[in-house]
Each structure stands twice: as structure tokens, then as C-alpha cells.
């Protein structure tokens, strides 16, 4: 037996303490055996943890449930970004299991160990990306702006740095600056041959996830440093499309596709213009500790 071994070289006092425990152990009617029996869906109450109801992923997510034959006994929680990473937080902490919504880029991946289920489906997709939006007209009415807008374009590193400055305290403006300071080459490519202006109106729309916070506090910089008077919206993901579609916004670096936000793209197609990708290789999909005994959303089932 396991725990006479450990006991060997142990104490009188010892032995009797570690008796006590393990009789104290026993005195919870086997509850800490029944947790471990219960399957991962009992131990989370059939819960995924999820963000705000308009994110492409929640869609993707409720479509995984139909599709991995989840939908008799999973639900998809909504929140937001923040409700998630506190979420994951405070299992985490505690060794738990929580599967969430996830993405990448993201700092949660530098926090904490954590892996993707497997998505033999593909219902997260394959290739993904964020690419830049802009309202119609946008290229006549501020030609300075949409050339910037179209060569903006960074790696998931770059991101990375602003992410984890912001999680880690720092106010997502300075955040921004310290990032534009250290990489002045990357950002002069994108304003190369790109004329200033004079206190031109600017309105850039994004949601409050991580990612995006990061890119348009770091965009609006730039565009300041050439002039534009420069007002960030943060509002939902429908609400931002619609803003783009019906010109109230000028222009978003929020679009995820081919997948995450293609019922967005294909809702509002001919009212928005695409003015390039922003990120290559970008990922979405169910995401849980790395703790956790299960490798696929297959697993889920059982
Ligand atoms: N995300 C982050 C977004 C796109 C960016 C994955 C949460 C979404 O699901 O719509």
C-alpha cells in the first residue's frame, strides 16, 4: 500500500498525525473519491465558459455543441472577455477544471499552461486571421489614414508585448507608446510615404478583447503621431460591423476571418471594404488548463 511506504522513516508523532488526517480524510463520506470518479462534464456542471454573446466564437462554440453531439447536456455561458480571464483565474489557482473560449493571440498563454482541445470537426476553422475594415468612401475621405490602415500589419510577438504590459498593470496607452518606441522601424513602414495632416477626424471601432484592445490603442497612436484627431468606440461585435457598414465608424482592425466573424462579413458584403490582414496565423477554439485529462472536445462527451 501507498501510504505505508511514505510512513516509512516517519516519526511517532508524525505517524500519528498523518493517521489523524487520513482518518479525517475518510470522515467525508468518500467525497473527495466521488470527485474524482465524476466525469468532466459532471465536475463542471456542463458548463463552457464563454464571452460576450456577439464574438464569432461564441457562434463557433454552439456549433461545436451541435456537432460533437454535446447539445443534451452542455450550455455556453455568456460574459465577456474579462468575465472569462477571471474565470480561468480563479480555477486555475485552485487546480479546477473550466474549459473556456479562447484565442490566440492572447496572454492567458503566457500566464497559465494551457492547451486547445483537439477539433477533429474543424468547426473553429483552419487558417485564420484579423484583417483591417473600413467603412466605404473611407480611401477618399481620409486617403492618409487608409493607406496607414492598409499597411498595418504586426506578428502575434508584437501583440504579445502590449497584451501583457496591459495585463500586467500598465495603462493600455503607455502600454502602446512603450511599444511604438521600441519598434519605430515596423511603425514607419506603415506611415512611409504617408503625408501628416491637420487635426483630421478619425473614429476606429473595436471590441473589448485583448487582442483588439491592444492593436487599436497602439493604431491610435500612430494616426495621432500623424495628425488625425483619433476617437476609439468600444462597443460589441455586431454593433461594430453595423458601425462600419453604415459609415458611423471609419474603420476596425477587429475582423477575424475567413471563420470567426464571416456571418458579420457575409451579412454587411458590398457595405464594408477590406483593407488587408493585420495577422497571420491567429487561432480560436475551446481552450483548458493543461491539468486537465482530456485532449479533444470529443472528450467532452464522456
Ligand atoms: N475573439 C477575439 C473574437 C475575435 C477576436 C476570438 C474573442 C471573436 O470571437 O469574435
Not at 500589419?153 to 502600454?175: C, F, L, T, Y
Not at 485583448?210 to 483619433?230: F, Q, R
Request: hydrophobic letters at 40%; one cysteine or more; charged letters at 25%.
Amino acid at each position: 500500500m501507498k501510504l505505508s511506504k511514505k510512513l516509512v522513516g516517519l516519526g511517532a508523532v508524525a505517524l500519528l498525525a498523518v493517521g489523524l488526517a487520513a482518518c479525517g480524510g475518510n470522515d467525508d463520506g468518500g467525497k473527495a473519491d466521488k470527485d474524482a470518479e465524476k466525469s468532466v462534464g459532471e465536475s463542471l456542471n456542463y458548463k463552457i465558459t464563454g464571452i460576450d454573446p456577439g464574438a464569432g466564437i461564441m457562434e463557433a462554440t454552439e456549433k461545436a455543441i451541435k456537432e460533437y453531439g454535446l447539445e443534451k447536456d452542455w450550455d455556453l455561458t455568456t460574459g465577456s472577455g474579462a468575465a472569462m480571464t477571471a474565470a480561468l483565474k480563479k480555477a486555475y489557482d485552485k487546480e479546477q477544471p473550466i474549459v473556456v473560449t479562447g484565442w490566440t493571440p492572447h496572454w492567458k498563454f503566457t500566464e497559465y499552461d494551457l492547451k486547445y482541445l483537439e477539433d477533429p470537426k474543424g468547426v473553429y476553422g483552419e487558417e485564420e486571421q484579423i484583417r483591417t475594415i473600413g467603412r466605404i468612401g473611407l480611401e477618399a475621405d481620409l486617403p492618409e489614414a487608409y493607406q496607414i490602415l492598409s499597411n498595418f500589419n504586426w506578428s502575434e510577438a508584437d501583440m504579445g508585448e502590449v497584451m501583457i504590459a496591459i495585463q500586467e498593470g500598465e495603462k493600455e496607452d503607455v502600454a502602446a507608446q512603450n511599444w511604438i518606441d521600441a519598434n519605430t522601424e515596423k511603425v514607419a513602414a506603415w506611415t512611409e510615404g504617408v503625408e501628416k495632416v491637420d487635426g483630421d477626424k478619425i473614429k476606429l471601432a473595436y471590441v473589448a478583447w485583448d487582442s483588439e484592445i491592444a492593436s487599436h490603442n497602439v493604431m491610435k497612436l500612430v494616426l495621432e503621431d500623424m495628425g488625425y484627431n483619433v476617437t476609439l468606440v468600444q462597443v460589441e461585435a455586431g454593433p461594430l460591423w453595423t458601425a462600419v457598414a453604415d459609415g458611423s465608424a471609419d474603420a476596425s482592425l477587429a475582423a477575424w476571418l475567413p471563420l470567426t466573424h464571416n456571418t458579420y462579413a457575409e451579412k454587411f458584403a458590398g457595405k464594408f471594404e477590406e483593407l488587408g490582414i493585420n495577422m497571420e496565423g491567429v487561432k480560436t477554439g475551446l481552450v483548458v488548463p493543461q491539468y486537465m485529462d482530456i485532449d479533444s472536445i470529443e472528450d467532452l462527451k464522456n
